[in-house]
């Protein structure tokens, strides 16, 4: 049951380019999403989020969209650098009575090529 | 910066054995997590806790697992007889109302 999916395992970008990283989701419950960077040996380190009342956010680089009736959300970075090259998990939250119940998708692998 | 840290960061054990898993969460947070990544695979949700209760849990916490926050500083998970296929990279994570978790390192477990 895959709730959020990101369906492209991997992601090649040349440095100064713009990296655009997509996530789908399919539960409406969600209201809640986030973008988390993954380096080798580290836990998930939180990037951006975006609530489901609005439709962008933006962070410096970092900007998310989310079309809410196409239940798609992307993280755009701009301009991408070497240092960007991660796992890019994309992740849905609903807030149940005890906190927030956090799915994610299965990451993006984001080369930056200098 | 305040973080969450893991002990140990590599854990290794035989199966059928009991391994405990340690936390320690952002001092203000409330809301309290662990998660898993197989490797190669993704990240998944095992458990959320709250109010000393365990508020959500996946089909993955069946029985052998469970959790703890025993003194209000740590937060624990132990898997009571391991299996070989519960190798993975274990993550805790906490969080504050706003729903941004923060992750800790990670423990890697094997299981041999």
């Known amino acids: 049951d895959q709730q959020v999916k990101q369906n492209s395992p991997s992601l090649s970008v040349q440095e100064g380019r713009i990296s655009i990283l997509n996530c789908d989701y399919t539960?409406?419950?969600?209201?809640?999403f986030l973008w988390y960077k993954k380096y080798p040996a580290e836990g998930p380190t939180f990037l951006i989020s975006?609530?489901?009342?609005?439709d962008k956010n933006e962070d410096g680089r970092f900007t998310v969209f989310l079309n809410k009736s196409a239940k798609h959300l992307s993280l755009h970075i701009v301009p991408s650098q070497p240092g960007d090259s991660a796992v890019y998990f994309c992740?849905?939250?609903?807030?149940?009575?005890?906190?927030?119940?956090?799915?994610f998708g299965a990451g993006t692998r984001l080369f930056v090529k200098a | 910066e305040p973080e969450v840290t893991q002990t140990p960061s590599h854990q290794v054990t035989q199966m059928g054995q009991e391994v405990i898993l340690r936390c320690v969460p952002i001092?203000?947070?409330?809301?309290f997590y662990w998660y898993r990544q197989i490797l190669g695979q993704k990240v998944e949700f095992l458990v959320s806790?709250?109010?000393?209760?365990?508020?959500?849990k996946s089909e993955i916490f069946d029985d052998q697992f469970s959790v703890e926050r025993p003194d209000g500083s740590n937060f624990t998970l132990k898997i009571r007889s391991t299996k070989l296929e519960d190798s993975a990279m274990y993550f805790c994570?906490?969080?504050?109302?706003?729903?941004?978790?923060?992750f800790g390192p990670g423990t890697r477990l094997t299981v041999t």
């Open positions: 994570a906490s969080s504050d109302m706003v729903g941004e978790q923060y």
């Open positions: 539960n409406s419950m969600f209201d809640y």
């Open positions: 975006i609530s489901s009342i609005k």
């Open positions: 992740a849905a939250s609903a807030l149940m009575t005890g906190g927030f119940k956090t799915i």
């Open positions: 001092s203000n947070h409330l809301y």
């Open positions: 806790f709250y109010n000393n209760e365990i508020s959500e």
